[in-house]
């Protein structure tokens, strides 16, 4: 409970960048890994996201694959399908699974590199985000955007008491688990339904918490959220500018290129 994303975003050196940039790179970087035809440009996002956020936004490089490894998994896990279950053309590879033929085939593999490709550069995109920019500063970000206030506002209590609720169900497992509440099967299941009960019976009386203090401290329906203002160095709009190109002439180089 004490290194979550935000701790590594609050002592990342990229933190005191403008925000607006980042956002800028995040959402370029999505888009041009989505578009690309080949696995090519993906990659070269990817590494491109990784490397400045492990070394230029110095979080740990252990941390960061861990954070890949859940969701590539996932990703893994439905490549596979596609690379076996989908695609025509030239047979690479066939076997019998269970006695029913499985085939590889050169469409099905390309297709299934894609969208691993894609998927990596996607999460390492958001990741690079996540990793230099406080949740605060983003919710000042949305702000400027003139998204309604109501979605702002549930958005920062949600975020907020996800941890709340998550520390109180880490401390109340542990005292369970004390109490051999886990010693077996039926006892799991009695102390897991306690568990629920007591976290919706202590996140009503949270929420109740919450608004007193709130109304106690004159909340007229709006939260104060307050934008620092970074101006964009020249060397960040270099280094942001020779990127987009790079990107942008690997999506056209690699168009209708293959791999396999």
Not at 162 to 175: Q, W
Request: hydrophobic share 50%; with cysteine; proline share 4%.
């Amino acid at each position: 409970m004490t290194n979550i994303l935000d701790d590594y975003a609050l002592m990342s050196p990229l933190r005191h960048r403008n925000n607006w940039l980042k956002l800028a790179i995040v959402l370029f970087g999505l888009l041009a890994g989505i578009s690309s035809t080949s696995p090519v440009t993906p990659l070269f996002i990817a590494f491109c996201m990784g490397f400045t956020t492990v070394a230029l936004g110095r979080a740990p490089l252990k941390l960061y694959l861990k954070l890949l490894l859940a969701p590539i998994g996932f990703a893994v896990t439905g490549v596979l399908i596609i690379a076996f279950f989908s695609g025509s053309g030239q047979e690479l590879l066939s076997f019998k699974l269970m006695g029913y033929p499985v085939s590889l085939r050169k469409d099905g593999l390309e297709l299934a590199l894609l969208v691993l490709s894609r998927s990596l550069s996607g999460m390492c995109c958001l990741y690079f985000l996540v990793l230099t920019t406080p949740m605060i500063e983003l919710f000042a970000v949305l702000k400027a955007t003139r998204l309604p206030e109501s979605f702002i506002e549930l958005s920062m209590l949600i975020y907020r008491y996800i941890f709340v609720f998550l520390g109180m169900a880490i401390s109340i497992r542990y005292a369970q688990t004390v109490r051999l509440g886990y010693s077996s099967f039926s006892r799991s299941l009695r102390s897991l339904g306690m568990l629920g009960s007591t976290l919706f019976v202590r996140s009503w009386e949270q929420g109740d918490k919450l608004f007193l203090a709130m109304n106690s401290r004159c909340y007229d329906g709006k939260m104060t959220l307050f934008e620092v203002h970074r101006p964009v160095r020249v060397p960040e709009l270099l280094l942001t500018s020779a990127y987009f190109l790079l990107t942008l002439a690997l999506l056209y180089l690699t168009k209708n290129a293959s791999i396999v």
